[in-house]
């Protein structure tokens, strides 16, 4: 008697987000900055932030990916230049965007305690979910564009 065969998926829609997913996230890097109620996407093509389509943010935010992220501490000092502290995080496999957060927020915090406390304006994360590493010179525009430069530091308010 001959076994029946397996009937094979051509079409797995897991799969198939997944690939969707990771294309879109080609397009975009979240970011985050103090005073912000959410995440927001930052359009590469545009060099500005935009709301994506509805369908690119939930697969970001569902879809596993490999992240990599930038820990970001913005300072200013007694002279009022401003400059940031950063630590960047690669994920070598593929993390959802909630699974990532406990441990960015850990290395985010140790950032944050290695800071000059006087110099410290606020805090802000960019995560790219294809991998790619971002620039010094990005992060400091897309801050800039948060408005992440505006709030002041603590030799600011106490003189």
């Known amino acids: 008697m001959a076994r029946k065969k397996a009937i094979r998926k051509h079409h797995d829609p897991i799969k198939r987000a997944g690939n969707q997913a990771l294309a879109a996230a080609g397009k975009y890097l979240i ?12 359009n ?26 930038m820990c970001l501490v913005m300072c200013r000092d007694q002279l009022g230049n401003n400059y940031l502290q950063s630590l960047d995080i690669s994920s070598k ?8 957060a406990a441990t960015l927020n850990e290395q985010h915090q140790r950032l944050l305690d290695n800071a000059n406390p006087m110099h410290v304006i606020g805090v802000g994360w960019i995560s790219s979910a294809n991998g790619k590493t971002v620039e010094d010179e990005t992060a400091y525009s897309i801050m800039e564009e948060l408005g992440g430069w505006e709030l002041k530091a603590k030799w600011q308010t106490n003189p």
Request: aromatic letters at 14%.
């Open 31 to 42: 970011s985050w900055c103090m005073g912000e109620k959410e995440p927001t996407f930052f």
């Open 44 to 69: 590469l093509k545009g060099k500005r932030v935009m709301p994506p389509e509805d369908h690119v943010k939930i697969q970001a935010m569902t879809c596993a990916l490999p992240w990599s992220s």
């Open 93 to 100: 496999e593929p993390y959802t965007y909630t699974q990532l």
